[in-house]
Every structure is written in C-alpha cells, then in structure tokens.
C-alpha cells in the first residue's frame, strides 16, 4: 500500500542525497580509466588504446581494481545539473550550490568564452579523441539547462553573462559541416553528427536565446536540428551518429531527441513545424513500438529489456512528467518505473542503486554521475509532481519543459 501511493520516494530520495554529499559529488565515471596514473603515457593521439581503455573501463573493471589502480573521484557538470534539479523544488540552498559549483567548474578561455568538458579522455569508434577536460557539447548542454532554470527561477538569473559565453562558445567552436548538412559537433572539430548531443545543443540554443533574447542563437539551433530531424527515418529510428560504428540507439538517447525536437516545436520560430511535428510522430511512434513494454519495464536497447540500468528508468520517469503522452510514456507511469526499477536494482546492503543488471550478473559498481545523480533527481521530480497534482499547489518547472509551455 505504502509503495502504491509512492510513500516509499522521499526516504530513497534522502540516502541519495546524503550519499552524493558523503561523496562531495565526486566519484567514478564509466568511462574515466584513462584517468589511472598507471596509464598517463598513453597519449591523447594513440586512439585505439584511448579507445580501449574507455571500452574496458565502462564494461569490465571492477571497483577494487579501480582502487589498485588509484583512478581518482572526479567532477562532474551532469552531476550537479542532476543534483540541481533534485534539490531545487525542496532544499533551494543546496540548489544554489549546485549553481554555484556548475559556475566554478566552467573552463575560460583568454577570450572570455566558456564551456564544460569530461574529466577524463574520451575516445570514440569515429576515430577521435577528446583530451582531459576539453569541451563536449552533452555535459555542456545539461550544465546550461541547470543555469537556464536558474535564470528564470524567481531570485536567480545570476549567470547571464556565463550563459552567454557558452551558448557563443558552443554555437561557433563546435559548428561542423557533413555530408547532411550542418550540426554541432560532440567535440570541437568533430566530423561525424552525434544526433542526441547536436539536438542537446539545439535546444540549449532555443532556450537561451529564448530566455535571453537572442534570435541569432534560436537561428542557429534551428538550422543545425534540420540535420538531425532529416535523418529520422520513416519508422522513426535515428542512429545514435551519423556513421558505420553510431548506427544503433537506446531507450534515454531516444528520448532526449523527442524532449529536444519537443522544445524546438514549441519555442524555436525558425524551424519548419510542419516537418518537426510529423518527425516527432515517427519518434514516440518508434518509443512505442521498440521501448515501451506491457510488464512496466522499458527496454534499454529497441526490443531488448537487458541491461536493466537505473539511468534509463531516471531519464524515462523524467521525460514521462515532463513530455510524456498518454500514447507512450504518460506522466503517471512514472512512480510505477520508478518503483519497478528500485525493486530490481536497489542495494540496501550498500545504500545505492547498482550500475547494471544483466541477464545472467549484476553489476554492482558504483558510478556516481551515472547512477546516483540521474535516479536523485528523477526521484525528486517525479516526487514533487506527485505532491503538486495531489494538492494542487503551483506547478513546477519541470526540466526544460518550462520553457515550451
């Protein structure tokens, strides 16, 4: 009874929240084995061994080994935009401080220009390798959706200029040019189009010059969207990036095209909203028929229920109160995923959610950023709506979905 009425939500959301301060938000990442200091002569142009040691780390290395092999804990833009937005409808203080730890934790350029980056090397099957800490359009994105929600929060708006100089930053360092057309690159100088990190981008552009007044950025995320929005086929499947090695998606990838494509319909007057709302059809049609399950589970893979991964419950129980339809993830299916998943992959001896669960093992590893801060704030959202529809009380801003309403 007490799980059915989602009682249970507030004490989960609690030992999140204390184990992401007993961790100080920092913590291992998948992919950040590069980081060892056992492995510091490898160099960023050696990109089959980059790529390597990125793939093992994220599939194989247990947490013991990691500790042998010294990988440090490490910052994360997406953790405190997690914790953000986990924070920002009950403990504003905390929330405050997320901000400010997103502000500290942007680099600056001698030209005043900002941006966010991965502490750790990132190599990728394109053939490419992003150095330690250099800008990455996704960690970008999500710490300027954090700063943004700030901006229009009551009090906040503090962060104007830095906003400002990312958005600059972004819309021209990682302007690419493909075959398709143009987008924004993962990387600066990325050749290939990563379709859920240049959709990101577009999106963060349409808020900001939203929020900020600035068409030339709402011009520049409509015109680099045109790309992705033109490669969804007519089932609805979008590759997770232009080329060989990206032609497969995921359940969470998915869905930040339809949150962003959702977002660009509504706010973005330069994109063609006749050719955006039919791709958005085939989108949720493709959630539908290849994510969305009868049991109460959602598929990580398109017709594939393993890896069972809380990150994927989170980004589900998210995008279902904030653009979910009763034709493919509603809003009140959220709690029940939620529950689902806190059935199957809560660790009570440990107090933390495990990273995956296979078919035949679980994985027990803990990835702070990953894990944790995802289910944080998908707990906390989730929560706050179910308080809200029962009393009535003032809506929150769910996610980014404020901005389109």
């Keep these: 009874m007490a799980a059915e009425r989602g009682d249970w939500i507030p004490a989960r959301r609690e030992q999140l929240g204390e184990l992401l301060r007993r961790h100080e938000y920092r913590g291992w990442d998948p992919f950040d084995l590069p980081n060892a200091p056992l492995f510091r002569f490898v160099r960023d142009g050696w990109w089959l061994p980059q790529l390597a040691l990125t793939k093992a780390g994220a599939r194989a290395v247990p947490g013991r080994l990691r500790r042998l092999l010294r990988v440090p804990a490490i910052e994360d833009p997406k953790t405190y935009a997690c914790a953000y937005f986990g924070y920002r409808d009950r403990e504003p203080a905390r929330a405050r401080e997320m901000i400010d730890r997103l502000a500290a934790l942007a680099a600056r350029t001698p030209d005043g220009a900002a941006y966010w980056g991965y502490d750790y090397t990132w190599a990728t099957r394109t053939g490419e390798v992003n150095p330690r800490g250099a800008s990455t359009l996704v960690p970008g994105a999500f710490a300027l959706f954090a700063l943004l929600d700030d901006h229009a929060a009551p009090g906040g708006g503090g962060h104007a200029g830095l906003i400002a100089a990312a958005l600059d930053y972004y819309r021209t360092r990682h302007r690419s040019t493909g075959e398709r057309g143009e987008f924004l690159g993962y990387f600066a100088g990325a050749t290939a189009n990563t379709h859920n990190a ?208």
């Design 198 to 405: 240049n959709m990101l981008g577009c999106a963060a552009l349409t808020l900001g010059g939203r929020a900020l007044g600035r068409d030339d950025w709402l011009a520049d995320g409509a015109r680099a969207a045109e790309t992705s929005v033109r490669a969804i086929d007519a089932t609805g499947y979008l590759p997770y990036a232009d080329h060989p090695s990206g032609d497969w998606t995921d359940c969470f990838h998915h869905l930040y095209v339809i949150a962003c494509c959702t977002v660009l319909e509504r706010v973005n007057p330069h994109v063609d909203r006749a050719e955006l709302g039919a791709a958005l059809e085939r989108l949720r049609g493709y959630l539908r028929e290849h994510f969305v399950r009868d049991d109460g589970l959602v598929n990580y893979y398109p017709g594939r229920l393993h890896p069972i991964d809380p990150h994927n419950y989170a980004a589900a129980a998210i995008f279902a109160v904030s653009f979910g339809r009763d034709d493919d993830l509603p809003p009140a299916i959220a709690e029940p995923l939620l529950r689902r998943v806190d059935e199957l992959m809560w660790d009570s001896r440990r107090g933390r959610y495990s990273y995956r669960r296979h078919r035949r093992r679980r994985d027990s590893r803990l990835f702070l950023r990953w894990t944790q801060a995802w289910m944080f704030a998908a707990l906390s959202i989730v929560d706050h709506e179910r308080t809200r529809s029962r009393s009535s009380s003032e809506s929150t801003r769910n996610f980014v979905a404020q901005f389109g309403n």
